[in-house]
């Protein structure tokens, strides 16, 4: 009997209180994860993280109790960024780490990423074995009453992850004089974010910092970045910043209300590095998402571009191999291994910080280093079936290829997080690509998910 899938590209992730994210799957998840990595001397311990969700309070007692069933004892920390989780999973010597989120998705959804001792992300084979293990059933592996584990709360979680941010900031600079925006998408950093740059010297006027359960990613945070980008202009900041719901991704804007994607934080944090000597392996790792203008500019300054599928841990795996220091993903995303194993915004944030202040200039003119080439990217419902295997989306996807041959990129995917089949094309012809996408989106939803 085969196992079960449950894993995508980005941990489990689903509608909560439906399969995959019920009470009864999270205890199975805590039960097999613990009994795959109670390994070498007992005690074992794993860190439970969450972000702002009504239905962290289904999950986080579901897991905690899948752990202590076969003996690991748990540290809860409460509401924190899924990079804090990956850090304290080191510091505190922990056998795993479990984030409760679903990042950018409403609250409706939630999900379960889970991190080894070393902080990374769990390979494709160490999830496969947590799957294996579920589906065979764990109930002759359970502890003996006298070796459950226990749980216990962390108190100065926070305290530690914003000490943990702040010492990548830049020895000596200061954001003295500085007006910042920072919307916390009602999300997981909706604590740290403000304190972090408010102790660093910055004014910050707080947006999305009012969780409830149910406000996480609403029309707030790097998915729906137009508030933040509406508020720099109208309290006249020098800048604003947007995170998503777990806080591993960012975006940002200039003075002028326009954003800034992953990809310029990318070019910029990029060109800081490489001129002060800190950027390692003369390039930088992206994903085949990432724009063409970033890797012109990126040409221009001596650095390379190396690109990976779409997904976070696809970017870190390609840095651990090449011995690169700097990568990420258009969507915000950026991934800096001196310092984390996994995407993390506000240490994002500040590195692009670190460069305005080296400047001296506005953020219109530091945060936007290159002009990208015109992008569409387009997003379709999938229903249950396969549409990138229907015939008529076939043929459509190979005209659609052959229209845009030499002229641009054309790119179409089922999203790992979300029943979408995510469409994208590049080129300077922007109405060309604008014909392609839209003749793409009805070919697919025509099937209806067939």
């Known amino acids: 009997m085969s196992a079960t899938k449950y894993f995508g590209t980005d941990g489990i992730r689903g509608k909560a209180n439906v399969t995959p994210m019920t009470a009864d799957i999270a205890l199975a998840v805590g039960m097999a994860a613990g009994l795959e990595f109670s390994r070498g001397a007992k005690p074992y311990r794993a860190v439970i993280g969450k972000d702002t969700r009504l239905s962290g309070y289904l999950l986080e007692p579901a897991l905690t109790s899948g752990f202590i069933a076969v003996g690991m004892d748990v540290v809860l920390v409460g509401p924190l960024p899924t990079p804090a989780v990956a850090m304290l999973t080191r510091s505190l010597r922990a056998d795993l780490g479990v984030m409760i989120s679903a990042s950018h998705n409403p609250f409706e959804d939630n999900g379960i990423k889970l991190f080894g001792p070393d902080g990374f992300k769990l390979s494709d084979d160490t999830e496969s074995r947590i799957e294996a293990r579920m589906s065979a059933g764990m109930s002759d592996q359970l502890a003996l009453p006298a070796d459950l584990g226990r749980a216990t ?13 702040k010492a990548c900031f830049p020895k000596g600079l200061r954001l003295e004089g500085m007006k910042i925006v920072a919307d916390c998408a009602n999300g997981a950093a909706y604590r740290v974010a403000p304190t972090i740059l408010h102790e660093l010297g910055a004014e910050v006027v707080p947006l999305g910092v009012d969780p409830d359960g ?14 933040m980008c509406r508020a720099v202009v109208e309290t006249g900041a020098d800048l604003g910043l947007a995170l998503d719901g777990d806080a591993d991704r960012i975006v940002m804007a200039d003075e002028t209300g326009a954003l800034v994607d992953g990809d310029q ?17 003369g390039a930088v790792v992206a994903t085949v998402m990432s724009n063409l203008g970033l890797e012109d500019y990126l040409r221009t300054l001596g650095i390379g571009l190396v690109r990976t599928q779409v997904g976070d841990r696809y970017v870190v795996e390609r840095m651990t191999e090449d011995g690169i220091n700097l990568g990420g993903e258009q969507s915000g995303h950026i991934v800096l291994s001196d310092y984390a194993t996994t995407g993390d915004g506000l240490m994002a944030a500040l590195q692009a910080l670190a460069a305005m202040v080296h400047s001296d200039g506005p953020a219109s003119g530091v945060l936007r280093p290159f002009a990208p080439l015109p992008q569409i990217l387009k997003s379709v419902p999938m229903g249950p079936g396969r549409p990138l295997e229907d015939k008529a989306v076939k043929q ?23 029943p979408l089949v995510r469409i994208m094309a590049e080129g300077a012809d922007e109405s060309l690509i604008g014909a392609v996408v839209e003749d793409l989106a009805a070919a697919i939803a025509s099937t209806g998910g067939r």
Request: charged fraction near 25%; proline fraction near 1%; include cysteine.
């Open 153 to 165: 709360r962390l108190d100065d979680a926070v305290g530690r992850y914003i000490e943990h941010v």
């Open 265 to 281: 934080l990318l070019a910029v944090i990029a060109r800081s590095w490489s001129d002060s000597g800190r950027l390692v392996g």
């Open 214 to 227: 149910y406000n996480i990613n609403a029309e707030c945070g790097s998915t729906a970045p137009e508030a």
């Open 396 to 418: 459509a996807i190979a005209l659609g290829e052959q229209r845009i041959k030499g002229k641009g990129r054309l790119l179409i995917r089922e999203s790992g997080t979300e």
